[in-house]
C-alpha cells in the first residue's frame, strides 16, 4: 500500500512553491530547491507531486478557488454565472499588469498550450471554481478551451512584438468571442462586458492580489523529512 496523502501537508508545500515561484519564478525553481525550503526530501516531494508543472497548476488552481470566494462575496450566485469566465480573465491580466511576479508565473501556463489545455481540463473534470453549472455546459467547456486559445495566441504574439494591441485590448477580443460562441447577441455581449469593466477595476484588483497573498503568505510551514 502506497503512503496515505497528507493533505494538510500538501497544500502547505503548494503554497511554499508559489512563493519561490514568485520570488525566482518557475523556470528558475527546482525540485531540489523546493524540497530544502520544505524542509523535506526530494521522495516525498515527488510523491505529492510527481512532476514540477503540478505544483504551478495547482497554485493557478489556488488562484481561481480565492477568485472564486472573493466574487461569490460580492455578488449574487447568478450574476456570477453570467459574468464569472469574463471576470476572471480580466483580473488575471489585471494581476499580471500590476505585479510583475504574477506575469512571470502564471503566463507559463499561456505560453504552453499542453499545459494550458491541462489546466482547463482540471477546471472542467473537476468542477473546479469558475462553472458553478454541474455538469457544466457542453458548449461552456468549448468555449473556455476556445478563450484559453486565443490569448495564448494573442499574448506570444504580443511577446514578440507582432501585435501592437494592449491587453486589454486582447482579453476584450477574446471575451467577445467567447460571449458569441456561448449564444450571446453582440448587444449582449456588449452588456456583460461593460457590467464586468464596472466590477474589475484597479482597486478591486490590489484588493484581491492583497488578500491572495495573504493566504499564499500563511503557511505555517513545518514539515518533516521523512
Known sequence: MGRRINYEERDRIKKMA???FFEHGYENVSTRSIAETCNITRALLHHY???KEMLLLDSFLFLVQQYNRYFLERMSEEQFRLLDVELFFRLFF???TIDQKYKNLFLHIYSNV?????FIGRIIDEHFALLIEKPHK???????YAIAGTLSQFIMLQEKKLLPWSTEE?????VRGYYLYIGKTPIEADTYMKTCKSVID??????????????????DFICSKE
Open 49 to 51: 507531486y510527481p512532476q
Open 18 to 20: 508559489t512563493l519561490l
Open 94 to 96: 489585471g494581476m499580471c
Open 170 to 174: 486582447l482579453v476584450d477580443y477574446a
Open 202 to 219: 484597479e482597486p478591486c484588483i490590489k484588493n484581491f492580489i492583497s488578500e491572495f497573498e495573504e493566504g499564499i503568505n500563511n503557511v
Open 138 to 144: 457542453e458548449e461552456k467547456q468549448y468555449a473556455m
Open 114 to 118: 499542453e499545459l494550458l489545455n491541462k
